[in-house]
């Protein structure tokens, strides 16, 4: 198969070619693809090119290589939202037809970093409550979750017995989180955090870092989410100006 009748550029058309692939079922997820040479071959491209297509499709988490074993196709993630969406966990969890639950780690109540506290500012930090979860689809951990929330806004009693620290926080402190401002980082393996999301050594997460505030601007609420990759996909919708 060659593809050099297309004018684009040949890396841009080997990776349309290996997505049409994957998505017509030539290569399946979690199989390992045909050798750099057997492939480059195939296509009909240097291996330079087919590098440099393979190198993007894993910043896409299509493909994860491993280096002196080869490249393997990423399973399809099971959860997807709009970034532009304060959409919860268990939402999205639900909206895939799975059962979301939680499995609770650690509270606790911990001193504010200066980070922390330039974070929350203008308001005056004491003390944070300090919460780690896992969030579970059908029982699989999925997203581990650190929260850190002023220690007047929230009962942690409260929080074991939700899955929703949005609610709690309403009811309690009275304060409804109205948007988030969200960084998104892809992160390698995390000796704490890959083990307990059951992640492969090679396998990526996002983590979405969140300030959370009310419809005041108020930050109420900072949160580390590491969500599997495999698993999520956030998408954004962006409108020319």
Do not use: W
């Not at 190198?55 to 988490?61: G, V």
């Not at 989180?177 to 992160?187: C, G, N, Q, W």
């Amino acid at each position: 198969m060659s593809i050099r009748q297309d004018t684009r550029h040949l890396y841009l058309q080997v990776i349309d070619q290996v997505k049409r692939d994957i998505e017509n079922g030539i290569y399946q997820e979690k199989e390992k693809l045909p050798s750099e040479f057997q492939l480059s071959k195939k296509l009909g491209v240097s291996r330079a090119t087919l590098r440099e297509a393979l190198r993007i499709l894993e910043e896409e988490n299509i493909v994860t290589r491993r280096h002196g074993v080869g490249t393997f196709v990423n399973p399809k993630p099971v959860f997807s939202s709009g970034i532009e969406e304060l959409t919860s966990v268990t939402s999205m969890i639900s909206k895939s037809g799975m059962t979301p639950g939680t499995q609770f780690l650690s509270t606790e109540f911990i001193e504010p970093t200066e980070d922390d506290i330039n974070r929350f500012d203008p308001i005056e930090l004491h003390t944070l409550a300090k919460i780690e979860r896992v969030r579970t689809a059908d029982g699989q951990p999925v997203v581990y979750c650190i929260d850190k929330i002023p220690e007047r806004l929230i009962p942690v009693r409260d929080v074991l017995e939700t899955d929703s620290i949005f609610k709690v926080m309403e009811e309690f402190g009275k304060k409804r989180v109205s948007y988030a401002v969200t960084y998104i980082e892809p992160v390698g393996y995390h000796e704490k955090i890959s083990p307990i999301l059951e992640c492969e050594p090679e396998q990526s997460m996002l983590l979405l870092k969140q300030m959370h505030y009310t419809e005041q601007d108020e930050p109420v609420l900072y949160s580390s989410n590491y969500f599997r990759a495999d698993k999520f996909s956030f998408h954004v919708l962006r409108k020319r100006v």
